[in-house]
């Protein structure tokens, strides 16, 4: 009896051409599921990195306006473009007179992220709202887009 148990452990020793086949078929397609999601995680964090990026931005920007006297404000900041660092792209403040004493600011940031998409309406990143760009509202949009109101004290 001890020398079958010997025998037949001296045969399993190793795996046949068959299993080997066999494991391979199952790990490829787990690998390929597995690395897909690596990369798609990996632009996603990207994306929500460049997005809080943009929030931030765009909050100094709209806190910088704030601190700038009332009757300068559309004359300084009305369509004009502006940077964020770390950011490859550009924003845009709109100002809107509401009233003699009320203005409505809307600030907007396209980027272009690390695939070349650019996100947001300005599609060239120049900062001025072309003929191929939608802006149904006459101005440029993209997913970062803060809006703030600001009264003559």
């Known amino acids: 009896m001890l020398k079958q ?13 068959v299993e080997v086949l066999l494991a391979i078929m199952i790990l490829v397609p787990l690998l390929t599921v597995v690395l897909q999601n690596f990369v798609q ?8 990195r ?7 931005g765009e909050r100094n920007r709209l806190a910088e306006i704030e601190r700038t006297p009332f009757s300068q404000i559309a004359a300084t900041y009305d369509r004009q473009p ?7 792209g550009i924003g ?6 509401t009233s003699q004493d009320l203005l409505t600011v809307h600030a907007t940031f396209s980027w272009r992220d690390m695939k070349g998409r650019v996100v947001g309406e300005d599609k060239d990143l120049d900062g001025v709202l072309d003929q191929n760009e939608k802006g149904p509202s006459g101005r440029l949009s993209s997913p ?6 600001i009264y003559r004290i």
Not at 41 to 48: K, P, V
Not at 82 to 88: A, E, M, S
Not at 92 to 97: C, D, P
């Open 144 to 149: 970062v887009d803060l809006s703030t109101r």
């Open 92 to 97: 845009v403040t709109y100002i809107e007179t």
């Open 41 to 48: 995680c990996s632009e996603l964090n990207s994306m929500s």
């Open 82 to 88: 502006f940077t964020i660092d770390g950011l490859n």
């Open 50 to 56: 460049n997005t809080s990026l943009a929030v931030w």
């Open 5 to 17: 148990m010997c025998s037949q452990r001296s045969r399993s020793k190793g795996m046949t051409l």
